[in-house]
């Protein structure tokens, strides 16, 4: 092994017959309780029944320095011979950095089912004997666990009534058929950090470090050119990961709704998984069906298989960075960046996973063919809901069902926004803004009424006396009138007060024909929505600018006071459009401003814009 150098194999336990692994004092002792060793057991004996190889996960070691072993095996010598017969016979120590407690678990087991047999040795640097027979021994705490998960071992062989089974046949089982994930740390590797970084919250070694490990074997490269071309892998290796795990590129491709919350602490391992997929879909495999894989290393386990049998180590290393680089081709495009996350984000069965995204480009003659069969997704996905006279919250439809709507809205128009500065030539950055894709899953996500679906009735206080502060910031109330309504909330007259109320904006408010349509929706997070209850429209949009500018607002004496933020809630992205409504951007025509009120004449302007922006992707007013 080259000074520098990891390596990662698959260790079958007959492999680790006559190696002498070492246990260091800054390790806990042997820990296993009775639950650990008979779930064990359990998995083992339905691989062994479904004749499946099965992982006990990684075993981290370092080789121990014997320089002072090899000169006493010497001086006992008094041949050449001799010399070698007992150099053969001494197997090469290890230090267990992690893995300790699965390795004495199957030596236990091991002896259980044959006690004369020869296998591996494990020593504690500060426990002493931890399989002792004698009283002395036992009082060890190590002892005693390691006694313990002999008698379960010995329980459970009892309870097995298999004609198949037998302590022979399932001792063959374990010696071919059982392996462990080996990976040795290269000579310089500080241990002790090693560990702890394996130990500190159990953060494991994924499948794409084992594969790095693969990938960076001195064998695959030649001696003249080995060190700079494993600094370029290693260089380029750092630029992926780093890339993939800031957030604005992570989740424009990533869906955690529809893969899953992604638990592995390294992102390369999803561009294996999609390489992985690709080339089981073409039959380039290992022979093994994947169902006799451990799940958590199924993908180390495929890419050691093929790389073992047809050295493809350069090959598979090309095809991640080719997939990285087109990734990062669409992220620097404001149209891939946009498209790609849209279908990647709305919440649908769809077959817009990234793995048949990267094989449609490569298919495609170009880019604007890629293009054009994005849009055709796109068109295709909001196929039901592409007519904007569509009404929600029946029973047929809810509200969230335009979801995906309001979305491509808000995309579309940072799309346009942007090609519009550009084309000016008066810019020369890339691009201006992006729809941060990471909010959008981290976020909650409500399709809000712009103007409220039914009248609040305004029996709690708080709110009734926020209801006339807006009325009186609106200039619907005078000073006088105001301070009267004002004393009589929760009085006998507040019914009939707040109805007058209620009656007088009637002439003003959105009618109750348009109210579940498209032009009274708009996209918000959850925790704003809810902040302002069922408010009137110029409450809501008080609110709205208080959390796009990280603000507080509150109306005291009659005016608005602009106040620092008490917690992370009052802070929100608000998306561009919802910001547009509320800014009243759709309604440019001063006589037609009114910023008190979401009127028709504003939601006729909202429909056509959306319908000028979504057009082309097959939106109706009709």
């Not at 319908?611 to 109706?620: A, D, I, P, Q």
Request: glycine fraction near 4%; include cysteine.
């Amino acid at each position: 092994m080259e000074k520098n150098e990891n390596i990662v194999a698959i260790k079958y336990i007959e492999n680790l017959i006559r190696k002498s692994f070492f246990i260091p004092k800054y390790q806990r002792g042997y820990r296993w309780n009775t639950q650990n060793v008979s779930d064990l057991l359990d998995d083992m004996y339905e691989a062994f029944k479904s004749k499946r190889k099965y992982c006990l996960q990684p075993l981290v070691v370092k080789e121990l320095e014997q320089e002072e072993d090899l000169l006493a095996i010497i001086k006992q010598a008094d041949s050449i011979c001799a010399i070698k017969e007992l150099l053969s016979s001494q197997g090469t120590k290890f230090n267990v950095v992690d893995g300790q407690q699965r390795l004495t678990t199957i030596l236990i087991l091991l002896r259980v089912l044959n006690k004369e047999g020869t296998y591996y040795e494990i020593k504690y640097e500060s426990r002493g004997n931890i399989f002792g027979q004698n009283k002395e021994e036992n009082k060890n705490i190590d002892s005693f666990y390691a006694n313990n998960t002999k008698t379960v071992i010995e329980d459970w062989l009892t309870k097995i009534k298999d004609e198949e089974f037998s302590s022979e046949s399932f001792l063959n089982y374990i010696l071919e058929n059982i392996y462990f994930i080996w990976y040795q740390l290269n000579s310089e590797a500080d241990e002790i950090s090693s560990f702890i970084r394996l130990n500190k919250g159990k953060i494991p070694l994924t499948n794409s470090e084992l594969i790095k490990a693969l990938i960076l074997n001195e064998s695959n490269f030649d001696k003249a050119s080995i060190s700079t071309e494993r600094a370029k892998i290693a260089s380029k290796w750092d630029e992926i990961e780093n890339t993939l795990q800031k957030d604005d590129f992570w989740y424009f491709i990533y869906n955690e709704k529809k893969d899953g919350a992604y638990k592995k602490p390294t992102k390369i391992d999803y561009l294996f998984e999609i390489l992985k997929e690709k080339k089981r879909k073409t039959n380039e495999t290992d022979n093994e069906s994947t169902s006799s894989m451990h799940e958590e290393y199924r993908t180390f386990r495929y890419f050691y298989n093929i790389c073992k049998k047809d050295k493809k180590y350069t090959e598979i290393w090309e095809e991640i960075k080719q997939k990285y680089n087109i990734i990062k081709e669409w992220y620097n495009s404001i149209e891939f960046y946009h498209y790609v996350g849209f279908l990647r984000n709305i919440d649908k069965s769809r077959n817009t996973d990234i793995g048949s995204l990267l094989e449609m480009w490569l298919d495609n003659n170009n880019k604007e063919e890629f293009l054009s069969n994005l849009k055709k997704m796109i068109k295709e996905s909001i196929s039901g809901i592409k007519k904007l006279s569509k009404e929600y919250e029946t029973s047929e439809s809810k509200k969230t069902d335009c979801k995906p709507l309001l979305l491509l809205f808000n995309i579309q128009t940072i799309i346009n926004q942007n090609a519009k500065l550009l084309k000016s030539k008066k810019y020369h950055q890339g691009v201006f803004y992006k729809f941060p894709f990471g909010i959008f899953q981290k976020e909650k996500w409500d399709v809000e009424h712009i103007a409220s679906s039914c009248d609040n009735n305004l029996d709690d206080a708080a709110e009734a006396k926020q209801f006339l502060e807006d009325l009186y910031i609106a200039g619907k109330l005078d000073e006088k009138k105001y301070n009267e309504n004002m004393g009589k909330i929760g009085s006998n007259e507040w019914s009939k007060i707040k109805g007058e109320l209620y009656e007088q904006l009637n002439d003003e408010k959105f009618s109750g024909e348009n109210k579940n349509k498209i032009c009274n929706f708009t996209l918000l997070d959850y925790r704003t929505n809810r902040s302002y209850g069922n408010s009137i429209f110029s409450t809501k949009r008080r609110h709205i600018i208080a959390k796009d500018k990280g603000k507080i607002l509150e109306i005291k004496e009659g005016k608005i006071h602009e106040e620092e933020p008490n917690n992370n809630d009052d802070v929100a992205f608000v998306p561009p459009c919802t910001k547009n409504v509320f800014l009243k951007y759709y309604t440019p025509d001063p006589k037609d401003l009114r910023i008190d009120i979401w009127s028709e004449k504003d939601g006729e302007n909202y429909i056509s814009e959306i319908y000028n922006v979504l057009e082309e992707f097959g939106v109706t007013k009709e």
